[in-house]
C-alpha cells in the first residue's frame, strides 16, 4: 500500500514517536523509510550564517543517519536519509513530490490558541498543501505544555 514513506523529524521527542510510527508502516508494508530533517536559516546581525548553516546540517545528518541506523537494526532494508535545505513545510512538499512519496509520518506539538496563530505549523502547513496522505503523531503530555 504504502511504497515511499516519509518521516520528517527535528530530532525531538514528539518526532521520535512519529519515527516509531513511521518504522512500523515501513516494516508492515516492506516500504522504503525516508527520515528527512529540514535545514532553515533566518539571517541574523553578528552572526556567521555559513558557520550556522554548516553546524545546522552537521546535526541533521547526525539525527538522520541515527534514525536510519535504528530503522535498519529494526530490519527495514531500504532506508533514505537527507538533509534539505529551506523552509520546512516547503522542503518536506518538494521531497514528497521528488520523491514519490505515499505516506508522510509526523509529529505534532499540539499547540493551540495565540501560540498556533503567531508561531504557525509546520506540520498543519504539510497536512493542508501535500498531496499525499499525512499521519500526525501527537507528543507526550509534557510536550504538549512546553
Same mark, same amino acid.
Given at each position: 500500500?504504502?511504497?515511499?514513506?516519509?518521516?520528517?523529524?527535528?530530532?525531538?521527542?514528539?518526532?521520535?514517536?512519529?519515527?516509531?510510527?513511521? +518504522?512500523? +508502516? =515501513?516494516? /508492515?508494508?516492506?516500504?522504503? +523509510?525516508?527520515?528527512?530533517?529540514?535545514?532553515?536559516?533566518?539571517? =541574523? =546581525?553578528?552572526? $556567521?550564517?555559513?558557520?550556522?548553516?554548516?553546524?545546522?546540517?552537521?546535526?541533521? /545528518?547526525?539525527?538522520?543517519?541515527? +534514525?536510519?541506523?535504528?530503522? &535498519? $537494526?529494526?530490519?527495514?532494508?531500504?532506508?533514505? /536519509?537527507?538533509?534539505?535545505?529551506? &523552509?520546512?513545510? &516547503?522542503?518536506?512538499?518538494?521531497?514528497?513530490?521528488?520523491?514519490?512519496?505515499?505516506?508522510?509520518?509526523?509529529?505534532?506539538?499540539?499547540?493551540?490558541?495565540?501560540?498556533?496563530?503567531?508561531?504557525?505549523?509546520?506540520?498543519?502547513?504539510?497536512?493542508?498543501?501535500?498531496?499525499?496522505?499525512?499521519?500526525?503523531? &501527537?507528543?507526550?503530555?509534557?510536550?504538549?505544555?512546553?
Amino acid at each position: 500500500m504504502y511504497e515511499h514513506i516519509l518521516v520528517p523529524t527535528d530530532g525531538s521527542e514528539v518526532a521520535d514517536r512519529a519515527f516509531e510510527h513511521a +518504522l512500523d +508502516l =515501513a516494516e /508492515t508494508y516492506d516500504s522504503e +523509510l525516508h527520515v528527512v530533517y529540514a535545514v532553515s536559516v533566518t539571517p =541574523a =546581525a553578528d552572526v $556567521d550564517m555559513a558557520t550556522v548553516q554548516r553546524e545546522l546540517e552537521n546535526v541533521g /545528518t547526525e539525527t538522520t543517519e541515527s +534514525l536510519g541506523d535504528r530503522a &535498519r $537494526d529494526a530490519g527495514v532494508e531500504r532506508v533514505t /536519509t537527507d538533509v534539505v535545505n529551506g &523552509r520546512p513545510h &516547503r522542503a518536506i512538499l518538494e521531497y514528497v513530490e521528488d520523491n514519490d512519496i505515499d505516506l508522510v509520518v509526523m509529529g505534532t506539538r499540539g499547540r493551540t490558541g495565540i501560540d498556533r496563530y503567531l508561531l504557525g505549523s509546520v506540520t498543519e502547513k504539510v497536512v493542508r498543501l501535500c498531496d499525499a496522505p499525512v499521519l500526525t503523531v &501527537r507528543g507526550g503530555r509534557e510536550e504538549d505544555e512546553a
